[in-house]
């Protein structure tokens, strides 16, 4: 699984999310590097390199042998961007790849990035005629997720869904009620947090699918990473929507 680590919302380079990720993987007891590979190393030089994963770290994470698996997948769900990173699971070692994924980064425009800005867009009817917010995998959109809903967010703030996250955690509301973008005026359609979580969960999906035609995504080894301030109900909630956007009923939420 890859974490994306940010700062005032920039991504960084993808080695050092490679390094950064391996560092959270393998930070737990359970599952340090040094049980793969004998390594003892955690200096930042390390996490340079490419970063090699074990050929059976699906059995290190408790999941089933799933033998037309073809992948194991590493999505983090951030608050400010998500990324999906996958490796073959019948090589030893593999080398990480990170997923590009297609989004708009402008209306009627698609251009593939290597992480994905957690922000919904709920466009109003006129900005989605002529198929202006289809992607490659989908038609007649109504609503933006990614860059051009990031940009959106600055220009129309209440049709923009942000810190979708954070709202999982947040108690005192109904998670599952259509409350956000929270004070939006009553015109503007409203959705859950756990239906922004599986939106930005969908479109991964259909990154990967549109990539990856002959490997289903719920026919992989996939891990979903969260925080681990989470509480039972922030995660149920997360699973929720997950299985909803098309992962398997056995990934694994680390």
Not at 46 to 69: H, I, Q, S, T, V
Not at 131 to 160: K, M, S
Request: proline share 8%; charged share 20%.
């Amino acid at each position: 699984a890859v974490a994306l680590h940010t700062r005032a919302g920039k991504p960084r380079n993808a080695r050092c999310r490679v390094g950064r990720a391996r560092n959270r993987l393998f930070g737990s007891s359970h599952l340090r590097k040094s049980s793969f590979d004998g390594s003892h190393s955690t200096g930042a030089s390390k996490f340079e390199e490419p970063y090699r994963m074990p050929g059976y770290l699906p059995a290190a994470l408790g999941m089933k042998r799933n033998m037309d698996a073809t992948y194991i997948i590493g999505i983090d769900l951030g608050t400010t961007n998500c990324v999906l990173a996958y490796a073959p699971v019948s090589e030893e070692s593999a080398e990480i790849q990170l997923l590009d994924i297609p989004q708009l980064v402008a209306a009627g425009t698609v251009e593939a990035r290597p992480s994905l800005p957690s922000f919904l867009y709920l466009a109003p009817a006129h900005e989605t005629a002529g198929g202006a917010l289809d992607l490659p995998w989908a038609t007649g959109q109504t609503f933006a997720v990614g860059e051009y809903a990031r940009r959106q967010g600055a220009e129309v703030p209440d049709r923009t869904v942000v810190a979708a996250k954070s709202w999982l955690c947040h108690s005192r509301v109904d998670r599952r009620r259509p409350i956000l973008p929270w004070g939006a005026p009553d015109e503007v359609p409203k959705v859950s947090p756990v239906t922004a979580t599986q939106r930005y969960l969908e479109h991964l999906v259909g990154a990967w699918h549109h990539a990856n035609p002959d490997a289903p995504l719920a026919e992989q080894h996939v891990v979903l990473t969260v925080p681990a301030s989470f509480d039972a109900a922030a995660r149920e909630l997360t699973r929720e929507a997950a299985l909803a956007a098309g992962l398997p009923e056995d990934f694994v939420l680390l």
